[in-house]
């Protein structure tokens, strides 16, 4: 979730492995097969075209293109939870959370085993126009840090804690949108957890 103003996590809690992928902080595994994503562009949580290409190409980027993790696209989304195929694990949506929260990953729907089977990735097109300088690359980096959280990623605000290697990515919190690839990808350590679990 990027939530403006959010008090910093102390460090000790920084980047605990799976982070939180549910607005109430609960902690799940993904599952660990391919992840599988769509765009739900139709229906009161239908994404706009922008925004939809922003989160595919950030998937298959961030994600696909730098990390071991196996990203595929689904054209028409598979909502069924619980079902244990692995798709969908990610269902890219647009809607309205609440005001300063510009983007939130929650689980959808959870595997007999434990993990997350559908996790649902919101991006709010009115508090990204709202609060950001440069929309696009708002979205981007929002639309990263979300898609960490799908992945078992926490996140963290202000000055990236030693225990992430006090580097900067896109799992930190706020608005970033100056499109430095720093807050459009994840760090080594993020990246060696998505590894890990894929």
């Known amino acids: 979730m990027i939530l403006l103003g959010a008090a910093a996590a102390p460090p000790a809690l920084a980047d605990p492995w799976p982070?939180?992928?549910?607005?109430?902080?609960?902690?799940?595994?993904?599952?660990?097969?391919?992840h599988w994503y769509c765009v739900n562009t139709s229906g009161e949580y239908g994404m706009p075209a922008h925004i939809a290409n922003n989160a595919r190409a950030v998937t298959d980027d961030a994600l696909?293109?730098?990390t071991q993790a196996v990203t595929r696209y689904e054209s028409?989304?598979?909502?069924?939870?619980g079902d244990g195929d692995g798709r969908s694990d990610t269902v890219w949506v647009e809607a309205f959370w609440e005001y300063g929260v510009l983007g939130v990953a929650y689980?959808?729907?959870?595997?007999?085993?434990?993990?997350?089977?559908?996790?649902d990735a919101l991006l709010s097109e009115t508090e990204i126009n709202y609060f950001a300088s440069n929309d696009e690359n708002e979205y981007t980096h929002t639309a990263c840090h979300e898609l960490?959280?799908?992945v078992g990623l926490r996140h963290y605000d202000g000055a990236p804690p030693s225990d992430i290697g006090g580097v900067n990515d896109c799992m930190n919190s706020g608005v970033h949108d100056s499109g430095n690839i720093l807050?459009?990808?994840?760090?080594?350590?993020?990246?060696?957890?998505i590894n890990a679990w894929f």
């Not at 992928?21 to 902690?27: A, C, K, M, S, T």
């Open 19 to 34: 982070g939180g992928i549910d607005p109430n902080g609960i902690l799940v595994h993904p599952d660990s097969g391919d």
């Open 64 to 66: 696909g293109a730098r």
């Open 76 to 81: 028409t989304c598979d909502l069924t939870t």
């Open 107 to 119: 689980c959808n729907g959870m595997n007999s085993n434990g993990t997350c089977d559908r996790i």
């Open 148 to 150: 960490g959280h799908t």
């Open 183 to 193: 807050w459009r990808t994840y760090n080594s350590h993020h990246v060696g957890h």
